[in-house]
């Protein structure tokens, strides 16, 4: 299947993205407008990936949203895509792991 390029400001769903330690940068899926378009590498072969006025920075492979469109469609349903940061401090460590308190030896009787 030949993949289209894409078009500046062309309407394309995008998935949900949430993160365990980086809940600042979750992301609610929806359908979102292209504003920036980079070629790249995907598997060893060029593929264009696209970034979205919605989350600034982040790019996504090209080939793989319009591969997975009629699903997001489905899911999404017409909802726009936005930022849905979880800043709570256990979702947004520094340093990528998880602090835990050590656990306490229980003695068997």
């Known amino acids: 299947m030949k993949i289209r390029k894409p078009i500046m400001g062309e309407p394309i769903y995008v998935p949900t993205s949430l993160y365990v330690y980086r809940g600042k940068d979750d992301f609610e899926g929806g359908i979102c407008a292209v504003n920036r378009i980079e070629m790249g590498k995907s598997a060893g072969k060029p593929t264009f990936f696209i970034g979205i006025k919605e989350r600034p920075g982040v790019l996504y492979n090209w080939e793989y949203l319009v591969s997975n469109q009629e699903e997001l469609k489905r899911k999404y349903a017409g909802r726009r895509g936005r930022r849905t940061p979880d800043l709570r401090p256990e ?10 308190t050590p656990r306490q030896k229980v003695s068997k009787k």
């Open 91 to 100: 979702f947004n460590t520094d340093d990528g792991w998880v602090s835990h």
